[in-house]
């Protein structure tokens, strides 16, 4: 059976530690939102890409935490009616206090707080596919390097058997719980894409869409991602 909070670190890499009080950066300014995304399955799959500029360094610092701060701060200034242009992006400060239902890793070990783990996979995955860039050679050279990685035989097979599948977002959609849940499937498929790109622009509306995240909020997740 897939650990799959420990999954979900491995696959988004980066910093384990963050978080925890461990290798943090000390300016406490924001800098687990910047920088390049390092290691981990998602490495593989966002190669190249714009995202190495924008939410990979957020995922890159703190991996599963990071990007539940993240979507917690964009959720906090939605609920507080703040204008997205002057809302204030989550700094490394607010990695100590974010609500847990943003934080599946650190959750009790239910099946709900699992199956949430792998949906932010999944939705991750689907995202980095909806350019078509990841075409049949691209796919040999990841299954190559992930049997490569320290990961469990099953988690293997679940990135394996994810990739060979179109993405489903009315699937993701139906994996979520709340409003809360939705958003942080938004915000991780947000930060793996590049929306000057119309294929992956068109994904990002059309998920936002089915998760059914009000404009305002979306806007909010935005801005915490390229902010």
Do not use: C
Request: proline fraction near 3%.
């Amino acid at each position: 059976m897939i650990d799959a909070n420990s999954f979900l670190q491995q696959f988004m890499g980066g910093n384990t530690g963050a978080g925890q009080g461990q290798n943090k950066p000390s300016s406490g300014t924001g800098s687990f939102a910047k920088g390049a995304l390092t290691g981990g399955v998602l490495g593989l799959l966002v190669g190249n890409k714009k995202v190495r500029k924008m939410g990979g360094g957020m995922l890159a610092y703190g991996g599963a935490a990071a990007a539940g701060a993240l979507a917690f701060k964009a959720y906090q200034n939605w609920q507080q009616g703040k204008q997205v242009a002057t809302a204030p992006v989550a700094t490394d400060r607010d990695m100590q206090h974010v609500d847990s239902r943003f934080l599946p890793q650190q959750t009790s070990a239910t099946a709900d707080s699992g199956n949430f783990a792998l949906t932010l996979v999944m939705a991750m995955i689907a995202a980095a596919k909806a350019d078509g860039h990841i075409d049949a050679k691209e796919q040999t050279h990841i299954f190559e390097q992930v049997e490569k990685m320290s990961l469990d035989s099953e988690s293997k097979g679940f990135v394996f058997d994810a990739l060979r599948q179109p993405a489903d977002m009315a699937q993701l959609a139906r994996n979520v719980q709340g409003i809360e849940q939705a958003a942080e499937v938004y915000l991780v498929s947000r930060s793996v894409l590049d929306i000057d790109h119309p294929a992956e622009r068109a994904y990002l509306q059309a998920l936002a869409h089915r998760l059914d995240l009000p404009a305002d909020l979306v806007a909010h997740l935005d801005h915490q991602v390229t902010g």
